[in-house]
């Protein structure tokens, strides 16, 4: 049996299940995502050595616990950040800061500037789960524009995770291809300079673009429905806590997670700040930090609604659970990843485009975007394809942090049903499978396209080797 036969069974076969399931079925999110995941690991059992067929249940659950362990917690603290924000009136008061400073007309910069910079010392989920109920309450105070502001969060956020270390995939690759700290330098200034102009033709003009042709209506979404939104918008700024008050969550998230990445990110340079890493590797855990965030956010809820102990306690309850459905859905479609990985989808695709007779950007913007597509997530893809591309560094004419661009522009494309992000935007931002890939997967797809053409423009017209 040929090599890919296994690989590209299962990927077709997964493709076909999760659409007839997801889509032509209508089958409850988690549903489908869990039998898609149980068939395609049937299919490994089946074509791909060394699989066991009675362990394939076992392996999936696995993968959704892996998953679980990664961003059950996270979730469900951004649950609690969101309902209470938003009932609070923390959300609505930031909202209104952002609209003294720019018009309703601009006020997608202000969700894009955020998510962006944000998005640096933050994973792009962390940034989502805290600026989510900042559009809602957007979209709820201006009455439309939904699809652009989840398109700018989305659109800056994704960017920035994907070509400016120190998030995990640029910055593995980078020292794949490099050694010492020039290449990381490098790979900052230039993923800057590639992140900001795409995240502003796929967040904000195509933004702008699908908003005038997709109207998306406020649903529940974290525990608060629209009806709660549209009370809090029509409220007076009197009513409502301070701004900085308002804002303290999303800032000690932010900062104690940029302390820990800082501290592990630059203690080589000064060995000094290692004596800080244990500290700093505990506040700045994301278990922690949101876990703190969403604290500080509910004794907000508790002293502005002055409502009975108990209440208050049951509304963080159902918060609770609407985070932990959203979990659930989101670790189902890793899992689903996780099972078209096991095929080697990855290595398969890999090894079958390497030695194609095209420049080695393109090659590697072409590996990583194919296995992206095929097993999900962007720093697997990344990283699988900086293995691939590490010994060929030495045959380029360009700095090799270029390689590390296009690995990323390869590996942020075409979010879809394998992705965990892809759950995680439609869940909290309460939207549809439909438009979740009509904001989302196009934004993602055309961040792609735009950043490699950016980085074949700047290697030809600034090679920097």
């Known amino acids: 049996m040929p090599a890919a036969l296994p690989a590209l069974t299962a990927l077709i076969v997964g493709v076909a299940v999760v659409i007839l399931l997801l889509v032509v079925w209508d089958l409850p999110a988690f549903l489908g995502l869990v039998i898609s995941a149980l068939i395609v690991g049937v299919v490994d059992a089946a074509l791909v050595p060394g699989v066991s067929f009675g362990g394939i249940p076992a392996q999936v659950a696995t993968a959704f616990g892996n998953n ?93 995770h994907a070509f400016v270390p120190p998030t995990p995939g640029p910055l593995t690759v980078a020292h ?11 790979t900052i200034i230039l993923g800057l300079a590639v992140a900001i102009p795409s995240a502003l033709v796929a967040g904000v003009l195509y933004g702008r673009f699908i908003n005038k042709r997709l109207d998306i209506p406020l649903r529940e979404s974290m525990g608060t429905t629209a ?27 932010v900062l104690l997670i940029a302390a820990g990445t800082s501290v592990d990110t630059f203690q080589d340079v000064y060995p000094v700040l290692e004596q800080f890493q244990p500290i700093t590797n505990f506040v700045g855990d994301v278990n922690f930090s949101l876990t703190l965030a969403a604290i500080v956010s509910a004794l907000t809820y508790l002293r502005m609604d002055d ?21 659930a859905i989101t670790c189902a479609g890793g899992a689903f990843g996780a099972m078209l990985a096991l095929s080697n989808i990855g290595p398969v695709v890999a090894g079958g485009l390497s030695n194609l007779g095209i420049g080695l950007l393109i090659t590697a913007w072409l590996i990583a975007f194919i296995v992206r597509i095929a097993q999900g997530s962007t720093t697997v893809a990344m990283i699988t394809t900086g293995g691939i591309m590490a010994p060929l560094t030495p045959q380029l004419t360009v700095n090799p942090a270029y390689l590390v661009l296009a690995i990323g522009a390869g590996g942020i494309a075409c979010s879809w049903y394998n992705d965990s992000g892809f759950w995680v935007v439609k869940e909290i931002g309460g939207l549809t499978q439909g438009e979740t890939l009509k904001t989302w997967t196009v934004v993602t797809s055309l961040l792609s396209v735009t950043a490699m053409i950016l980085v074949l423009v700047y290697s030809t017209l600034l090679p920097l080797a």
Not at 227 to 253: G, K, M, N, V
Not at 313 to 321: F, G, I, N, S
């Open 68 to 160: 679980m362990a990664g961003v059950g917690i996270p979730i469900l603290m951004a649950a609690v950040i969101g309902k209470s924000m938003t009932e609070s009136g923390a959300a609505n008061r930031i909202v209104r800061s952002f609209q003294s400073l720019v018009s309703d007309e601009n006020a997608d910069f202000a969700l894009w500037g955020s998510s962006t910079i944000l998005a640096i010392p933050v994973f792009f989920d962390n940034v989502f789960y805290l600026l989510a109920p900042l559009a809602r309450s957007m979209r709820a105070r201006i009455g439309d524009n939904y699809a652009l502001y989840i398109a700018v969060v989305g659109g800056g956020g994704a960017a920035t």
């Open 176 to 186: 794949k291809l490099g050694t010492g700290g020039s290449i990381l330098g490098m």
């Open 227 to 253: 009806e709660d939104l549209e009370q809090q918008a029509e409220q007076s700024i009197e009513s409502l806590p301070s701004f900085t008050e308002s804002l303290l969550p999303i800032a000690i998230a």
């Open 307 to 327: 409502f009975p102990r108990q209440v208050w306690q049951d509304e963080l309850t159902e918060a609770l659970q609407n985070g932990g459905n959203i979990a």
